[in-house]
């Protein structure tokens, strides 16, 4: 299968911002939702934001309000926007789709 490749993770003091980015095929991108989740050491994967082929978003009560997943559809790149970040954000995070495998991920960190 294919996978997607993140960037844009880093380092920032909690109250931060940062902007993740996942690109993926013209041919995948359309006709599918994008995910983003997040795994932190010692944790269970969790879903933490979707948008579907038509825009539609849906978010994990625990970012709901901080983060804004949006995609371009020009680019076939879904963004994770995350705002007001907290220590409790830190994770690698993973954009997936029902027709791609697992990527490396990005790491975010945020500091108290």
């Known amino acids: 299968q294919v996978q997607l490749v993140e960037s844009g993770g880093g380092l920032v003091q909690a109250g931060g911002a940062l902007r993740l980015s996942c690109a993926a095929s013209?041919?995948?991108?359309?006709?599918?939702?994008m995910d983003w989740y997040r795994q932190a050491p010692g944790k269970q994967r969790e879903l933490v934001a979707i948008?579907?082929?038509?825009?539609?978003?849906r978010y994990a009560d625990s970012v709901k309000g901080r983060f804004i997943i949006s995609r371009d559809n020009a680019k076939n790149t879904v963004y994770l926007q995350m705002n007001s970040l907290k220590p409790e954000d830190s994770a690698v995070y993973y954009c997936?789709?029902?027709?791609?495998?697992w990527g490396q991920g990005t790491q975010v960190t945020v500091s108290s």
């Open positions: 013209a041919r995948i991108f359309r006709i599918t939702a």
């Open positions: 948008i579907t082929s038509g825009g539609s978003t």
């Open positions: 997936k789709t029902p027709f791609t495998s």
